[in-house]
């Protein structure tokens, strides 16, 4: 299985822009999908999480701001962002629990894209 994050640019504060990650292998169920940030100095949070119910919760930081969402069909979520600010940018990481092969559910990451936010 593999993640692939897209989406990432440079955008205006009070802009918005949209992340996607599409995962592709062999893929039975995505259990949950996740949205991380890490900006320099400050350690890897969780900004968005969906689970296979439908559920979501967000950062603080980014509720009412940020929606993570599913495409159904092709195994791609996305992560919108709207009125970005500048404590935004950060390198963006796609995350996923997935049963795969074998029946074994386990952690994927896919590679960061970086957002940033000039104000």
């Known amino acids: 299985v593999q993640l692939q994050a897209s989406g990432g640019g440079l955008v205006q504060a009070g802009g918005s822009l949209r992340l996607s990650c599409s995962a592709s292998?062999?893929?039975?169920?995505?259990?949950?999908m996740n949205w991380y940030r890490q900006s320099p100095g400050k350690e890897r949070e969780l900004v968005a999480a969906r689970r296979s119910g439908g559920a979501t919760n967000y950062a603080d930081a980014v509720k009412g701001r940020f929606t993570i969402f599913r495409e159904y069909g092709n195994n791609t979520w996305y992560l919108q962002m709207n009125a970005v600010e500048p404590e935004d940018t950060a390198v963006y990481h796609c995350?996923?629990?997935?049963?795969?092969?074998?029946?074994?559910?386990?952690?994927?990451w896919g590679q960061g894209t970086l957002v940033t936010v000039s104000s």
């Open positions: 995350n996923a629990d997935i049963l795969s092969t074998g029946w074994i559910a386990r952690d994927y």
């Open positions: 292998g062999t893929i039975f169920t995505i259990n949950a």
